[in-house]
């Protein structure tokens, strides 16, 4: 029932910032997390960081004191800032939104970071 619209991919120079932005069609009840998740070419999608509705976060080893997700207290939205930005960063980033018993994914947005 939910969809989800990412924004704000692009190419990026090595060391550079980007902000990522999903806004949901609509409040999103019966969350149970929100993350944002990576797929590079020809590789698994993995997730890159979580925010629990308690509050905590979650990232991978390779983006912590880099990137910093959030949400709005309504939870229509969820964001990414990401700084310092690697090449290794590059590939198509998803927004997720996990529900107690379903889950949805939005559409992608591609981040290229050169080097």
């Known amino acids: 029932q939910v969809s989800l619209a990412e924004s704000g991919g692009g190419l990026v120079q090595a060391g550079g910032s980007l902000s990522l932005s999903c806004v949901a069609s609509r409040n999103l009840f019966s969350l149970n997390s929100l993350g944002w998740y990576r797929q590079a070419p020809g590789e698994e999608r993995v997730l890159v960081a979580e925010?629990?509705?308690?509050?905590?976060?979650n990232y991978a080893n390779s983006v912590k004191g880099r990137f910093t997700i959030s949400h709005d207290n309504t939870k229509k939205t969820v964001s990414l800032q990401m700084n310092n930005l690697k090449p290794e960063d590059t590939g198509v980033y998803y927004c997720h939104a996990q529900f107690i018993q379903t889950d949805c994914w939005g559409q992608g947005t591609p981040v290229t970071v050169s080097s």
């Open positions: 925010v629990r509705i308690s509050g905590r976060t």
